[in-house]
């Protein structure tokens, strides 16, 4: 089985949902823990990284912006 690829700022979906209801969470600090914080109620949790990998279920969004259409045709908001 290969390992999930993740990122800062992307957004999972975690095996078991938090107390508030939802399983998205927000991946806002990593290094060897990662903190993750609720979509639904912006509660933030720091989690071992072995104990976060495996409760990952897997990447919904990633954190990465894409460049936008006016930015690469040179089209100012003038």
């Not at 993740?6 to 939802?22: A, E, N, R, S, W």
């Not at 990998?53 to 990633?62: G, I, T």
């Not at 912006?65 to 040179?74: F, H, K, L, T, V």
Request: some cysteine.
């Amino acid at each position: 089985m290969e390992k999930k690829q993740f990122d800062l700022g992307d957004i999972v979906q975690m095996k078991k949902p938090h107390p508030c209801g939802t399983n998205e969470m927000e991946i806002i600090r990593m290094g060897m823990d990662i903190r993750i914080k609720c979509v639904g109620c912006k509660h933030s949790v720091l989690v071992p990284r072995a104990k976060f990998e495996s409760k990952l279920k897997k990447v919904l969004r990633s954190g990465k912006q894409q460049p936008s259409d006016s930015a690469e045709n040179g089209v100012s908001g003038i």
